[in-house]
Structures are given as C-alpha cells and as structure tokens.
C-alpha cells in the first residue's frame, strides 16, 4: 500500500522539486507583469528606449506617479504571483504575504539595473508597493482558499485595471498641497558673525558635510552659496553637486535678523543624471517655492538659526508623497545648518582667542 501511494504521489524530491518549480513560475509571472507594465508606460514614442523620455501612451512619462501605477498595479502583481500557483485549499498567510515581494523586489532590480527607474524613485516607492503586493497576494489566497475562481477573465481584469486609471488620472489634475518645513540649531557665536555665513555661503569641502540617508539614496550635496549684493534685489546662487542650482532672490533683508527669499530651479541645466524624473524639482509633482532665514539672540549671547522652506506637491497621494520630501528637506535644511554652526564656532572661536590671548 504505501510503495503503491508512492507510486502514484511519485518520489518526495520530485514532488518538492515540482512545487518549487511552481513557486518560481508565479514568481517570474509576477515580475513580467510589473516589469512589462512599466515598460509599456515607459517606452518611447518613435525612438529607441534611450530616447527622450515621451512615451507612446502619456507624454513625459507622467502615468508612473499614478495611484493607477503605484497602488493597483503592485496590488496586480501580487494577485498574479500567488493565483498562478495551484491552491491546496489550506491558509498559507506567510506564503501570500512575502511572496509577491520577492516578485516586486526582482522587479525594481530589473528596472534599476535598465536604467529604466532610479533608485529615489524606487525607495520611496517601495513600501506602498510591497504593502499593496500582500493585499493582492493574500486576495488571491482568499479566493483560492475558498475555491472562487483564479479565471483569466479576472486576471486579465485586474491587468489592464492600472492603465485604464492611469488614463483617467492623466487627464486630471493632481491635488496641491503646500508643505512648511522648519529646523533650527543654536550656534555659540555672535549674532554678527552667524548672519556673514547665512547671507553668502563659500565652497564648502567635503569633510564639512555629513553623510545622511538623503545622500546615500542619490540627493546631491550642497558646494556653495554665493550672493550677487546686499539687500532686497540681491540674487543667491545655491548651487548642489551634479549641476543642481537654486536661483534665490531675496525679497526680506532685516541684517542680523531675517533673509527671506524666493526659489526657483534652473531646470533646464540639471543633468538628467542628477535626479530621478518624476521627483525633479520644479517639475509637474514637487517644487520648493521659497525659503527663509531669521535670527534669534537667546541666553549667554547664543544664537538660535531656523531654517525655513516651503514647497508645492501635485500627485494623487500627497499624504505619503508628503512624508518623503518633508523628510528629504528637514535632512538638507538640517546638513546647511549644521555647516553654518561649524564655521560660525570655530571663527568666533578664533576671534576669541585673538582676544584673550
């Protein structure tokens, strides 16, 4: 009886091979998908795919920051991952889970290493989408659990859902959200010498900056600040490695007290190299409108500097899209300050030594 139902059952390698064999097809299903999708969203119109980014379906590429793309989609992916493995009608909550972020996570590998998406993009998207990959893998779960049907007719739904929103979405506007970020550090140095290093910042070295998680993900560093004249009118140039530059006019001189200025990025000298498309600054998703210094006295003739800036966000889902770029420019505001304090310490450090000898 039990060489008989080895028989039929066949070796337990094989049986476990062929399992495994199943596992791995869902998951490449899975990766097709996510990658075809952003292929067909992504590839140029008349041109190779180094082309400039205007693809055939959406000029500028502009479906990618789509709720249709960012959320429906990995949700997709995860449905397909997990309905093209043959249920045994048991609850595999881990499996329907974690498995289609094997699928999303491949997926991003192909895309970074084409060129196809950049890694800023990637990482800040990368939580929603695995997030949305479980809720289709455990739907799929569900439904083969409880024997509904995992017919092509669903699937193929469920695959074109993404691009029938995304072309509803391109023909809307997104929502706008203003968002205010402040920091501030106190500095021990007088009032006098903190405003010669806010108004105009010299070259900054290297070992003056420290590396944060914004830089390692691909933000440039900043180099320099350099303003044109004293006073309302006077023009900064904030300039970033890798070509980025800010164009500040001031439109508030207080001395010693407040700079307050307006922002504008010269876009059309970024390298595409700089920043991932969609989250350039000045363009259709995210801008940084203005930006603000001001001076506070506070005991023992310290000084407390904040930082102010204010940005525009345009996208569908600008409650997490806000939790990024107020992370990304509280970790900037924060470098900039943090290198104005150095140099303010350690000239009034000096200065107190050449007075107290």
Same mark, same amino acid.
């Given at each position: 009886?039990?060489?008989?139902?080895?028989?039929?059952?066949?070796?337990?390698?094989?049986?476990?091979?062929?399992?495994?064999?199943?596992?791995?097809?869902?998951?490449?299903?899975?990766?097709?998908?996510?990658?075809?999708?952003?292929?067909?969203?992504?590839?140029?119109?008349?041109?190779?795919?180094?082309?400039?980014?205007?693809?055939?379906?959406?000029?500028?590429?502009?479906?990618?920051?789509?709720?249709?793309?960012?959320?429906?989609?990995?949700?997709?992916?995860?449905?397909?991952?997990?309905?093209?493995?043959?249920?045994?009608?048991?609850?595999?909550?881990?499996?329907?889970?974690?498995?289609?972020?094997?699928?999303?996570?491949?997926?991003?590998?192909?895309?970074?290493?084409?060129?196809?998406?950049?890694?800023?993009?990637?990482?800040?998207?990368?939580?929603?989408?695995?997030?949305? !990959?479980?809720?289709?893998?455990?739907? !799929?779960?569900?439904?083969?659990?409880?024997?509904?049907?995992?017919?092509?007719?669903?699937?193929?739904?469920?695959?074109?859902?993404?691009? !029938?929103?995304?072309?509803?979405?391109?023909?809307?506007?997104?929502?706008?959200?203003?968002?205010?970020?402040?920091?501030?550090?106190?500095?021990?140095?007088?009032?006098?010498?903190?405003?010669?290093?806010?108004?105009?910042?010299?070259?900054?070295?290297?070992?003056?900056?420290?590396?944060?998680?914004?830089?390692?993900?691909?933000?440039?560093?900043?180099?320099?600040?350099?303003?044109?004249?004293?006073?309302?009118?006077?023009?900064?140039?904030?300039?970033?490695?890798?070509?980025?530059?800010?164009?500040?006019?001031?439109?508030?001189?207080?001395?010693?007290?407040?700079?307050?200025?307006?922002?504008?990025?010269?876009?059309?000298?970024?390298?595409?190299?700089?920043?991932?498309?969609?989250?350039?600054?000045?363009?259709?998703?995210?801008?940084?409108?203005?930006?603000?210094?001001?001076?506070?006295?506070?005991?023992?003739?310290?000084?407390?500097?904040?930082?102010?800036?204010?940005?525009?966000?345009?996208?569908?889902?600008?409650?997490?899209?806000?939790?990024?770029?107020?992370?990304?420019?509280?970790?900037?505001?924060?470098?900039?300050?943090?290198?104005?304090?150095?140099?303010?310490?350690?000239?009034?450090?000096?200065?107190?030594?050449?007075?107290?000898?």
């Amino acid at each position: 009886m039990l060489n008989m139902f080895s028989y039929i059952e066949g070796p337990p390698t094989m049986v476990a091979w062929f399992k495994n064999r199943q596992y791995v097809l869902a998951i490449a299903a899975g990766i097709i998908y996510g990658v075809g999708l952003r292929l067909i969203l992504h590839w140029p119109l008349g041109g190779p795919m180094n082309a400039p980014r205007e693809s055939m379906w959406y000029p500028n590429d502009l479906w990618v920051m789509s709720f249709g793309f960012l959320i429906v989609a990995p949700v997709t992916v995860g449905w397909i991952t997990i309905a093209s493995t043959p249920s045994d009608g048991r609850y595999h909550w881990a499996g329907w889970i974690f498995r289609p972020w094997i699928a999303v996570l491949l997926s991003y590998a192909v895309l970074l290493l084409a060129v196809i998406e950049g890694a800023i993009c990637l990482i800040f998207a990368l939580p929603v989408t695995l997030v949305c !990959a479980s809720i289709g893998g455990v739907a !799929a779960g569900l439904a083969g659990r409880h024997r509904y049907r995992h017919g092509r007719a669903t699937t193929l739904c469920l695959a074109v859902l993404p691009l !029938a929103l995304c072309a509803i979405e391109a023909q809307l506007d997104g929502p706008l959200a203003m968002r205010t970020v402040n920091t501030s550090t106190v500095i021990h140095a007088p009032v006098a010498v903190v405003w010669m290093n806010v108004k105009s910042v010299p070259r900054i070295d290297h070992e003056e900056v420290r590396r944060t998680w914004t830089h390692f993900i691909g933000f440039p560093l900043p180099v320099e600040a350099t303003l044109d004249h004293d006073g309302i009118g006077g023009v900064r140039h904030a300039t970033f490695e890798g070509g980025l530059l800010f164009v500040e006019t001031i439109d508030e001189w207080q001395p010693e007290q407040r700079l307050g200025f307006t922002i504008a990025a010269d876009t059309a000298h970024i390298p595409p190299t700089t920043l991932d498309e969609h989250v350039t600054i000045g363009g259709r998703y995210f801008d940084v409108l203005d930006g603000e210094y001001w001076l506070e006295p506070v005991a023992n003739g310290d000084v407390l500097l904040h930082l102010r800036s204010r940005q525009r966000l345009n996208t569908d889902f600008n409650a997490y899209a806000a939790l990024w770029t107020d992370a990304v420019m509280r970790d900037l505001q924060e470098s900039i300050l943090e290198v104005v304090k150095h140099r303010c310490e350690a000239q009034a450090g000096r200065v107190s030594a050449r007075l107290n000898p």
